[in-house]
Nanobody, 114 residues
Framework: VQLQASGGGLVQPGGSLRLSCTASGSFLRGYGMGWYRQAPGKQRDLVAR???????YYADSVKGRFTIARDNAENTVYLQMNSLKPEDTAVYYC?????????WGLGTLVTVSS
């Protein structure tokens, strides 16, 4: 399964970005999916996940600011990120969740800076 994350970029504090994750070679509908992030020098952490039936869970650090959603028809998982902070700067990856089963791919870089 090839996962491709996109939508990252440079944004000012308080701004918003929407990340997308698509998959080739498989259908995501059968998996709980999540967004993970890894800041420089830190471990990769799960920040948001959505179950196969659409139930969502968030890390405390992003609760109330990030929203994860899935579109099974489009085989895509989204992460809407609002009120971004400099500490949200990281490479963001998608994978199955809570257990990552697939190759990580390149991820997409999010930089929050003025």
């Amino acid at each position: 399964v090839q996962l491709q994350a996109s939508g990252g970029g440079l944004v000012q504090p308080g701004g918003s970005l929407r990340l997308s994750c698509t998959a080739s070679g498989s259908f995501l509908r059968g998996y709980g999916m999540g967004w993970y992030r890894q800041a420089p020098g830190k471990q990769r952490d799960l920040v948001a996940r959505v179950t196969t039936v659409g139930r969502t869970y968030y890390a405390d650090s992003v609760k109330g600011r990030f929203t994860i959603a899935r579109d099974n028809a489009e085989n895509t998982v989204y992460l809407q990120m609002n009120s971004l902070k400099p500490e949200d700067t990281a490479v963001y990856y998608c994978n199955s969740a809570p257990t990552p089963l697939f190759d990580w791919g390149l991820g997409t870089l999010v930089t929050v800076s003025s």
